[in-house]
C-alpha cells in the first residue's frame, strides 16, 4: 500500500468521524505510517449529513484531501447517492444493506455488510455499527493492522462501551474475512 483513501460516510450519530480518526490513529500510533483525517458536518448535528476522511500512506501525506476514494463505507442512501460517483474505478464500496440500496457503478466492488442488525442483534447496541464496519474494512483492505487498530479502540474508548467496541470490531472482522475467502 503506497496511499490509501478512505471515505466514511452517513449521517450524525453513526460514529462516522470516530471510525476514521479510529483508523487513522491506529496506522500512526501502532502502526508506524502516516495519516491525514478530516471531517464534515451538514447543517444539523446529530441526523445531519456527515463524512469522515482518512488517508493512509507508508510516504508522508503531502494533499491531505480525498482525489479518488479507495474505500468507501456508506451508511446512508444520502450518503451513497453524493459520494459513490467519486469511488476510483477498482475501489471498494462497504455497505449497510439495511440502510442503503446496493451501488449501482461498474468497476467497483460491492460489499453487503450487515452492521446495524448484526450491532442490534449480537450487542444490543445499534452504535456499534460503526466499529463493525471499521473491522470488515480492515479484513478487505488491511488499511491498518488489526492489533493496532485493536489498541486504538482500547485507548479511545470509554470503559462503559470498550467491551462492546471490541466485540464489534471482531464481528466485522469476521464479516469481511468470511466475503473474502468467499471471493477468493
Request: glycine share 10%; proline share 4%.
Amino acid at each position: 500500500m503506497q496511499r490509501m483513501e478512505i471515505r466514511f460516510s452517513g449521517f450524525g450519530g453513526q460514529g462516522v468521524v470516530f471510525a476514521s480518526i479510529l483508523l487513522g490513529t491506529a496506522a500512526v500510533e501502532y502502526d508506524g505510517l502516516k495519516a491525514v483525517q478530516t471531517q464534515s458536518y451538514g447543517a444539523e448535528a446529530r441526523g445531519g449529513a456527515v463524512r469522515a476522511e482518512v488517508i493512509i500512506s507508508r510516504e508522508p501525506v503531502e494533499y491531505p484531501l480525498i482525489t479518488a476514494t479507495d474505500a468507501l463505507v456508506v451508511m446512508s442512501q444520502q450518503a451513497m447517492d453524493r459520494y459513490l460517483p467519486e469511488v476510483a474505478s477498482g475501489g471498494l464500496v462497504i455497505y449497510d444493506p439495511d440502510l442503503v440500496k446496493p451501488p449501482e457503478k461498474d468497476g467497483i466492488r460491492s460489499v453487503p455488510i450487515h452492521a446495524t442488525q448484526t450491532a442490534n442483534q449480537e450487542l444490543g447496541q445499534s452504535l456499534a455499527a460503526n466499529i463493525i464496519m471499521v473491522g470488515a474494512l480492515l479484513s478487505l483492505t488491511q488499511a491498518a493492522s488489526e492489533g493496532g487498530v485493536r489498541n486504538a479502540l482500547s485507548s479511545m474508548s470509554p470503559a462503559k462501551v470498550l467491551e462492546t467496541n471490541i466485540k464489534a470490531f471482531q464481528l466485522g472482522l469476521e464479516m469481511g474475512r468470511k466475503i473474502s475467502e468467499r471471493s477468493a
